[in-house]
């Protein structure tokens, strides 16, 4: 399985400050993906990065990819209260599903 | 705006009952489409790959007879849950892509409740 494991679960930190959130996957993929879930709503792409590229960024964000460990991480730098959401990661192998990690649920206090 | 149009937002309906969820491709032509449920506080669960002209791949699991998807134009596909029980009461979603290699465009999901 493509899986993603999201860590940590949960999450709670003050505004202005930086979130880290980690993700390990099981077998070789072609890209990793990242997405923000609002409560009750659909996914939202944040980036895409390719198995070939190490770091990427857009914004306040931050991938990392490290294949020889399968594991990714997704920084967000100066973090406001509307942050607050779940993220999840997905790894895409050979196909074109994506299978999704449980998510870690990020909370940004004012 | 919005890459992918999904309807209803909600819908509660009785045991027994079929409901039918639509996802419409808005931007592009999607040859392939993704139908995932999402219980409260879990990630999504892929339950299908609908393919345009032919039948979809159900992961494993999934039950084809129950959850109907027919994929019948490049930008529509519909997944009708069939005698719904309250089981079957979750956050359906689906999605598209334009081509492999690049990310999925989800819909806002459908909230099925089934009394």
């Known amino acids: 399985s493509q899986q993603g494991e999201e860590d940590p679960q949960a999450l709670s930190i003050q505004e202005g400050e930086n979130a880290t959130m980690n993700c390990s996957y099981k077998?070789?993929?072609?890209?990793l993906q990242w997405y923000r879930q609002n409560s009750g709503r659909g996914l939202v792409h944040l980036i895409l990065i390719r198995s070939n590229e190490r770091e990427k960024h857009s914004g306040r964000l931050r991938v990392t990819l490290d294949t020889s460990k399968k594991s990714s991480s997704l920084l967000i730098t100066a973090s406001r209260a509307a942050d607050t959401a779940s993220y999840f990661c997905a790894a895409q192998g050979g196909s074109e599903k994506l299978v999704f990690g449980k998510g870690t649920k990020l909370t940004v206090n004012p | 705006g919005a890459v992918v149009s999904q309807h209803p937002s909600r819908v509660i309906c009785k045991s027994g009952t079929s409901v039918k969820i639509e996802c419409r491709s808005l931007?592009?032509?999607?040859?392939?489409m993704f139908w995932y449920r999402q219980f409260p506080k879990q990630s999504l669960m892929l339950m299908a790959t609908s393919n345009e002209g032919s039948k979809a791949t159900y992961e494993q699991g999934v039950e084809k007879d129950k959850f109907l998807i027919n994929h019948a134009s490049l930008t529509l596909s519909t997944l009708t849950v069939t005698s719904a029980h309250p089981e079957d009461s979750s956050f359906y979603i689906c999605?598209?892509?334009?081509?492999?290699?690049?990310?999925?465009?989800f819909g806002n999901g459908t909230r099925l409740t089934v009394t």
């Open positions: 077998t070789s993929i072609n890209n």
């Open positions: 931007d592009f032509q999607a040859t392939t």
């Open positions: 999605s598209v892509t334009s081509s492999y290699n690049s990310p999925l465009h």
